[in-house]
C-alpha cells in the first residue's frame, strides 16, 4: 500500500503513528512537509519564548520517519495533486 501524506503538522505527523501501528504489510508511507522542521507542537509554540528548544517541541524527530521507513520530504511543499492519475 503506498500512502503519501501532504502536511507534516500536527495531525498529519499523528496520522503516521497510527498507520503504522495498524502493522500494514509493504506500507511505503511518504509525507510531504511544506516547513524545513519535522512537525512540531505548535499548540506550545509561544513556550519557545519562555527556554523552550526546537527539540523540545519537535513531536518525533527526523530519525523517527527513517527509523519507521517514512519518506520524509521536508521544505518540498505539494504544489497539485492529480487524482485520477494518482499523482
Ligand atoms: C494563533 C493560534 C493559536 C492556537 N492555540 C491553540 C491552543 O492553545 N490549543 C490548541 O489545542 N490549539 C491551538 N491552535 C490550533 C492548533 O495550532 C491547530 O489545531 C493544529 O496546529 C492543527 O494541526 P494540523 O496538523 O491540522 O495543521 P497545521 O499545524 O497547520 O499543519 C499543517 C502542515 O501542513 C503543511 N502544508 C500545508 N500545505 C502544504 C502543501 N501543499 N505541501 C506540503 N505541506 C503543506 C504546513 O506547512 C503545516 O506544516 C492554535 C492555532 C493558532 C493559529
Not at 7 to 36: A, R, Y
Not at 43 to 68: C, I
Not at 72 to 78: A, E, K, S, T, Y
Request: hydrophobic letters at 40%; proline letters at 3%; a negative charge.
Amino acid at each position: 500500500m503506498k500512502v503519501v501524506v501532504i502536511g507534516n503538522g500536527m495531525v498529519g505527523q499523528k496520522f503516521c503513528e497510527k498507520l503504522l501501528s495498524k502493522g500494514i504489510p509493504d506500507l511505503q508511507l511518504t509525507v510531504f512537509g511544506e516547513e524545513t522542521l519535522a512537525a512540531y507542537d505548535r499548540v506550545h509554540l509561544s513556550s519557545y519564548f519562555a527556554g523552550k528548544t526546537v527539540e523540545d517541541l519537535t513531536l518525533q524527530p527526523v530519525k523517527w520517519y527513517e527509523e519507521n521507513g517514512i519518506d520524509l520530504r521536508l521544505g518540498d511543499p505539494v504544489q497539485e495533486v492529480d487524482r485520477l492519475k494518482k499523482r
